[in-house]
T-cell receptor, first 112, second 115 residues
């Protein structure tokens, strides 16, 4: 069964550094999402992406965040200048039209 | 904005017994979807079951079933014949019809299955 793949599984970064989280959605899916889960808290929506543009973003998704689909297969989340509070699990999800979202295994981001 | 509330931070059940996880939500929309996702210690979010709001019939998926009460805005998950592998965090989620169709999650219920 096709899966959403996220790399790396764990990323450790110094505060202030840029980080790129990578996702390979399921190949025939058209809608892409990033969610964040701070340890012990609920999963929060960050951004949705369709037709090569952001369709919706949350208040969390400020100017330090950006998303890109650079080559038709990868879907990346970039955090330009990381803060301690960016430490969290980041989940990528994708879906076909009208179907449920499929999630990746997540990337654990640790900011030191 | 829609909100999802899971009032049970933790639940436990004996193996082979039945357990019900609660979820309520708040919305002014009439068309939407509801989901239960399972997150085992391996971290992956796995879809357990989904319910379309326009359907009166409760969704069932093997040992998992829901009790969907639209007027009460309630969406509980029943797990029958609980197995050790059912131990996980369970998240209730809401999705609007149309728009970006983002998921709005509750805080989750940690389910422990005792042998």
């Amino acid at each position: 069964e096709p899966e959403v793949t996220q790399t790396p599984s764990h990323q450790v970064t110094q505060m202030g550094q840029e980080v790129i989280l990578r996702c390979v959605p399921i190949s025939n899916h058209l809608y892409f999402y990033w969610y964040r889960q701070i340890l012990g808290q609920k999963v929060e929506f960050l951004v949705s992406f369709y037709n090569n543009e952001i369709s919706e973003k949350s208040e969390i998704f400020d100017d330090q965040f950006s998303v890109e689909r650079p080559d038709g297969s990868n879907f990346t989340l970039k955090i330009r200048s990381t803060k301690l509070e960016d430490s969290a699990m980041y989940f990528c999800a994708s879906r076909q039209g009208g179907q449920p979202q499929h999630f990746g295994d997540g990337t654990r981001l640790s900011i030191l | 904005a829609q909100t999802v509330t899971q009032s049970q931070p933790e639940m436990s059940v004996q193996e082979a017994e039945t357990v019900t996880l609660s979820c309520t939500y708040d919305t002014s929309e009439s068309d939407y979807y509801l989901f239960w996702y399972k997150q085992p210690p391996s971290r992956q979010m796995i879809l357990v079951i989904r319910q379309e709001a326009y359907k009166q019939q409760n969704a069932t998926e093997n040992r998992f079933s829901v009790n969907f009460q639209k007027a009460a805005k309630s969406f509980s998950l029943k797990i029958s014949d609980s197995q050790l592998g059912d131990a996980a965090m369970y998240f209730c989620a809401y999705r609007s019809e149309g728009g970006s169709e983002k998921l709005v999650f509750g805080k989750g219920t940690k389910l422990t299955v005792n042998p």
